[in-house]
């Protein structure tokens, strides 16, 4: 396993070099984060006189990332990214599946258990509002990871704290302020922040900006992205917004009802996008440009996302497929092909 | 423009809070043409919604007022109609969507009692008649089964046919002019896209014209045709859509359009971010409140505050308010920029 750069944080240069030496040689390391078949179920509806329904938040989910890699999963609501993020950072409990973090298995482990491995994974919230702890300064939210963790003595965790506002951009003379001071753009900051106090090598971001301004959302891409260089992080970027996806992630998937139905190159999923679903997706997502606007042609998808608690003998999008044949009923499509996958019978080529 | 439909002069909206006197809608000036789309951009705080809420007569008292202004309707000044008359124009002519639609739907009515309600009082329909009227509007916003789906409650509905539902009671006694205030913020992508072609067809159908407020400038490329992009309660820019995005003349126009990634592109390059935070309204920046922000910012800018004057020598390309000549800066910058641009074609 290559010791990852985020130890090494002093050392810019070569902490660069670290993180990017196992994007290089992909075949052959070991991945950093492994999902198998990763399913998340959850009780639903009846269960007094009728059944109980079963909603398949996440329906065999599979997927690496590598040291410094940034996978990006996007989807609609209800698709099962969210609790994807969840249920490898142990917020959730997976119904079944593996979890592995640098060759650790770690799904369905106790608190306890887990709280060694969070020294290696750590999470960004969508609200900077709801994710800090109002009554804690913005030293003492950032130092309570390490605190937890047993990192550094009392005194080097001030200074600690002190370094990750500057890296974050925030000013250090702000250590004692509280979260209401600040405004949403540099909440993240601290949110960030204290994701990074147990030097992490995997964050996973879900919707780390969409609570925020225009303006200020580049802002946060733009420090995520240099931190990435600078430590050699790896992220699990989920959002809904597919230019924000295509800026920052190396590789992405699609989702619907619980599955991956498209994997591939960044560049590659946009520009030539091969499952049905994903056509549709891209072609709905308007671009800011008004010329480009007018002549787009959209596919329109006919009704909505179906409830997750339904069981499918076949494909799950059959119902809203303009490809849609018999045989997309009778088996579900497995994700399948090389460096571009995915899960349809009758995808473009 | 032909006559507009709606003509906001100088609007002033302020509100008193704990921090002081905040200038939410500071000199507001603006028409709505006949079957046109305007869009208004902005970010939390600029006083988009304010300006909807004021044309609305919504503003909540007594902690907001209007402290001058006219909103000509139909050569009716909104702002010096009486409460009565307000009451038959407003939902009649002048319709709005809220963002939010399980907020702003009564969870105790069913969808069908909350849109006769509407057609009852202001076309005076009988029960029956409203009735009818109720399933009929459902199903051209595309609710399907809306003879049944008019009896259900809003929680049986999920996010996009709500706002559907919301759509269909703006709808409902055929307005004049249609304010959607962030419309599709709260949907997916795919139902965003049916709503906004939903909205293109009423105006092409019917010559509605509609106020589409918005943070997506994907959305206001897509639906628009002339665009108002607001700032601290200020309008810093206004043209037609192409215009506007393919030449700015605001220096926050520009930082906008150049901060937000595009899905289409190659672009890996760092993302040129705007630099600092939004106004505290409370506390607003002397003279442009743009200024601590911009890269551009002259001596001036922190003491005087420019007016709105024509984006360029003909006067019918949009305005702009600005001290700064972006054209003639970009015309020296271009050389070195075209080798940046090179690497993304758009």
Sequence with gaps: MVEVAGRAVGSKGEASVAGNTPITTSGRTAPLLSVRDLKVHFPGRGGWWTRRSVIRAVDGVSFDIRAGETLGLVGESGCGKSTTARAIVGLVRPTSGEVWLNGARIDGLSDAAMRPHRATVQMIFQDPFASLNPRLTVGATITEPMTILGLHSPKDRQFEALRLMRLVGLDPRFLNRYPHEFSGGQRQRVGIARALAVQPKLIVCDEPISALDVSIQAQVINLLMDLQQKLGLAYLFIAHDLAVVRHIARRVGVMYLGRIVEMADSSELFAHPRHPYSEALLSAAPLPDPARERVRQRIVLEGEVPSPDRVYAGCPFADRCRRVESDCRATPPRLEGGNHQVACFHADS | ?346
């Design chain 2, 1 to 346: 423009m032909t006559q507009p439909v709606l003509d906001v002069r100088d609007l002033r909206v302020v509100f008193d809070t704990d921090d002081g006197t905040v200038r939410a809608v500071d000199g507001l000036s603006f028409a709505l043409g006949r079957g046109e789309t305007l869009g208004i951009v902005g970010e939390s705080g600029s006083g988009k919604s304010v300006t909807s809420l004021a044309v609305m007569g919504l503003i909540p008292r007594p902690a907001g007022r209007i402290a001058s202004g006219s909103i000509h309707y139909g050569g009716e000044d909104l702002l010096a109609a009486s409460p009565r008359r307000l009451r038959e124009i407003r939902g009649r002519r002048i319709a709005m969507i809220f963002q939010d639609p399980m907020t702003a739907l009564n969870p105790f009515l069913t969808v069908g009692e909350q849109l006769t309600e509407m057609t009852r009082l202001h076309l005076k329909h009988s029960a029956r008649q409203a009735r009818d009227h109720a399933v009929a509007m459902l199903e051209q916003v595309g609710i399907p089964g809306a003879g049944r789906r008019v009896d259900d409650y809003p929680h049986q509905f999920s996010g996009g046919m709500r706002q559907r539902v919301m759509i269909a009671m703006a709808l409902s006694c055929d307005p004049e002019i249609l304010i959607a205030d962030e419309p599709t913020t709260a949907l997916d992508v795919t139902i965003q896209a049916q709503i906004l072609e939903l909205l293109k067809q009423l105006r092409r159908d019917r010559g509605m014209s509609i106020i589409l407020i918005t943070h997506d400038l994907g959305v206001v490329a897509n639906a628009c045709q002339r665009v108002l992009v607001m700032y601290g309660g200020r309008i810093v820019e206004e043209a037609a859509a192409g215009a506007l995005f393919e030449q700015p003349r605001h220096p926050y126009t520009e930082g906008l359009l150049r901060s937000i990634p595009r899905w289409d592109g190659h672009s890996t390059e760092l993302l040129r971010a705007i630099e600092g935070q939004p106004p505290n309204m409370a506390h607003p920046p002397s003279g442009c409140a743009f200024h601590p922000r911009c890269p551009y910012q002259l001596p001036r800018c922190s003491s005087e505050s420019p007016s709105l004057t024509p984006r360029d020598a003909s006067g019918d390309g949009g305005s702009k308010a600005c001290f700064v000549d972006l054209a003639t800066i970009a015309a020296v910058a271009a050389p070195a920029a075209s080798t940046a641009a090179g690497s993304a074609p758009h």
